[in-house]
T-cell receptor
Framework: KAGVTQTPRYLIKTRGQQVTLSCSPI?????VSWYQQTPGQGLQFLFE???????NKGNFPGRFSGRQFSNSRSEMNVSTLELGDSALYLC?????????????FGPGTRLTVL | GENVEQHPSTLSVQEGDSAVIKCTYS??????FPWYKQELGKGPQLIID?????GEKKDQRIAVTLNKTAKHFSLHITETQPEDSAVYFC????????????FGTGTSLTVIP
């Protein structure tokens, strides 16, 4: 069974631009979560989607948004990019939502903001 | 929210020795504790997990122990090998809050051949 895939793997943007990252969960998994990983803050939860609905949201500004499609694929968007948004963005999928479930991570998208 | 602390931040061991990484959590409602291994350029890989109704779990050379009273859990790796070198993260999830994980700050493990 294929793992979690994320595209693109690398992105370079400039301040003020916006970016969209994509995540395809493991086949059959219906919950997708997004995390930001930086050397200073570590791994921080952004949001979780299940059945096209946002179930949980972390402490990030409204510039960070996401959505999930009927096939469980998910996208996250960051608008008005800032230098501090440079990070590895990780997507994780799990079979169900509503109760804590094992999460499997993708390889991440490395975003660099210049 | 939950606060997870992880120690040590770096750990070097000789090949064949054991490695122990410790984490503490703050919210007594946390009930799921996974451990992830992250190699350079890759996403975190689940290596073992434990739920709050279990005190210890083993998988070959890897074991995790949980002390709910003290709110701490530990990862034990025995007979370490060079390929165990990576960054290890502990995490905690609060009961009935879905899949929001709170991560520790990571331990960089180096196994010296």
């Amino acid at each position: 069974k294929a793992g979690v895939t994320q595209t693109p793997r690398y992105l370079i943007k400039t301040r003020g631009q916006q970016v969209t990252l994509s995540c395809s969960p493991i086949s059959g998994h219906r919950s997708v979560s997004w995390y930001q990983q930086t050397p200073g803050q570590g791994l921080q939860f952004l949001f979780e989607y299940f059945s096209e609905t946002q179930r949980n949201k972390g402490n990030f500004p409204g510039r960070f948004s996401g959505r999930q499609f009927s096939n469980s694929r998910s996208e996250m968007n960051v608008s008005t990019l800032e230098l501090g948004d440079s990070a590895l963005y990780l997507c994780a999928s799990s079979l169900i939502a509503g109760k804590t479930d094992t999460q499997y991570f993708g390889p991440g998208t490395r975003l660099t903001v210049l | 929210g939950e606060n997870v602390e992880q120690h040590p931040s770096t750990l070097s061991v000789q090949e064949g020795d054991s490695a122990v990484i410790k984490c503490t959590y703050s919210d007594s409602a946390s009930n799921y504790f996974p451990w992830y291994k992250q190699e350079l350029g890759k996403g975190p890989q689940l290596i073992i997990d434990i739920r709050s109704n279990v005190g210890e779990k083993k998988d070959q050379r890897i074991a995790v122990t949980l002390n709910k009273t003290a709110k701490h859990f530990s990862l034990h790796i025995t007979e370490t090998q060079p390929e165990d070198s990576a960054v290890y993260f502990c995490a905690a999830s609060i009961r009935n809050t879905g899949n929001q994980f709170y991560f520790g700050t990571g331990t960089s493990l180096t196994v010296i051949p």
